[in-house]
RNA sequence: GGCCCCAUCGUCUAGUGGUUAGGACAUCGGUCUUUCAAGCCGACGACGCGGGUUCAAUUCCCGCUGGGGUCACCA
């Protein structure tokens, strides 16, 4: 048996990457099979080699090791889509000569006008098939000839397509109702859906586990197959993950970046665990504490179960307390000194945090904010929304009403950064604070507290760049979500006031004075 | 909106045609402890609704409701 991952490097090591290679490798390992990682890198416009690097970095940070990829090599390789472009182009080639495929060269705006009329309309946005009676001699020598083309799918305009899931059982969809997918872009690479399903028969995929979002594309992958006269995977669509509001999880409103979970301290052996928890459960219901090697030994797809599992970060550190004990005191000490001790890393945070540092002994206390999930909001929060203490007269001041505008529109700032450097991330914030005109020194400390937790702190940009972009990112929207939820800063106001009052009461009683003496006798 | 998928405590889940519906996280109590955690003990807490089928439905069927996904020359 043979499954794969194949990740799209478009961005950061997903979280949901991590929990369907876990799947896929559980199953591999079960059944003495074969795990694959496949890079399909066929969209020109966002792939990039740094998102690849990364996602393969992450995939072995978490353990979820592969035993063919782009990086090891194997008997089926290429594993980057990029690097199998001529096999597609014979594929779309073939199907073109049967006929299960048609070149169209309709443009973009007649593809947007159509779309417009049939939304219009009220109907499904379809391909209208305009180009799939012309006539296939003259259709290729239109193309030789240079017009730009796709290759789409000549779907069967009647019958039904019918997907055999192995969790779901048979999914029905009439054929009339699917599209003609493009298979080749006018860029000569294919799509996914192309390029997936060649993959798949060449790398010689027997169980396709993939995330339920693919479910509704199936049916056109199964109409290839057919078109290839190939037979088929098995199929199983994983439930999707979930943020808190059910809706599919998203970095908006979840840290899905496994580099955020690194840099947070997690353990791959409790990211994974959690992971196995999610839709599935060990045989024995009371076992919810396991290693990848007692997930692969008692491992059994038809145990998945489908509702979508809402990812519950209060869960996963409980999990990681559990494994970082499970440890004990040597090894912990030593995963804990690795985990601070990063080469380069560790260097910035010494340059950074030098002036600051009079003994030994305070290189931790200065060093904890560039470590962590979480930073501690309350002690400083009134920050988040008065800005700077420090008042520049005709300055527009932060407010709490703008602070979460404020702190978004930093975050969608820096999200967009194409690269992380200080540089960069002074610009963007001086950038973002001028748009929202507030006070230059308000709008960054309010990001510094957000991000560092405290008001007395290096440079920021620097700061920011050492941290590094995930931890900064989920870091603000916490920011967001505790300036959005005022009961925490009046929770915490409640408790410093009644603190205060107890230690003046006990103030007056140790060292009364005529004032204090006083309020003791009336109360 | 069309199509498709899904539905047990707030959350992750187990489970069966007849169970006191089990476990875990969180929460709340208690206990241990110099503190805080951790640990231990306990409490709270769920079968979405309506029809069927059946001697019996949380479990099987249908409908509804709710949630989600998908409708690209992105994957």
Redesign the pocket.
Known sequence: MRVRI???P?GDPHVGTAYIALFNLAFARAHGGTFVLRI?D??Q??STAASEAAILRSLHWCGLLWDEGPDIGGPFGPYRQSERAEIYRVHAQILLDRGTAYR?F???ER?DAL?ASQRAA?E????DGHCRALDPKLASARAEAGE???VRLAMPLDGETVVA?V????????NA?V?D??LL???G?????L??VVDDHLMEISHVIRA??????TPKHLQLYAAFGWQPPVFC?M??L?N?????ISKRKNPTSLEFYERSGILPEALLNFLG?????M?D??V?VFGLQDFVAHFDLA??????????W??L??LN??WL?RLGPSALASRAAAYHRDGEREAAIAALIAERVPSLGDWHHHAAPFFGAEVPLAAEGRHLVIGSASRKKNAVRLDAAGSAAFLEAVIAGLEAMPAWQAAGIEATLRAVVGTAGIAAGDGFMAVRVAVVGRSAAPGLFETLEVIGKALVLVRLRRAVAFVQEPSALQGELARLEAEAQALRAALGQAFPTPDNAHTEVSA
């Open positions: 194949a990740p799209s478009t399909e066929t969209d416009k966002r169209c309709c443009s973009q593809l779309r009220g499904d946005w379809r391909y730009p083309s796709v899931d969790l779901r059982g048979e999914v029905r969809t009439e109702r599209d997918q493009v872009k006018t860029d690479l294919p799509t996914y859906h390029a997936n339920e979002e693919w479910i509704s594309s669509h439930p999707l979930r808190a509001d059910r809706s599919k928890t999610l839709g599935w459960s045989p219901p009371t919810d145990r998945v179960s489908l509702g979508g599992p809402v990812f519950d209060e869960r550190m409980h307390g559990v004990r």
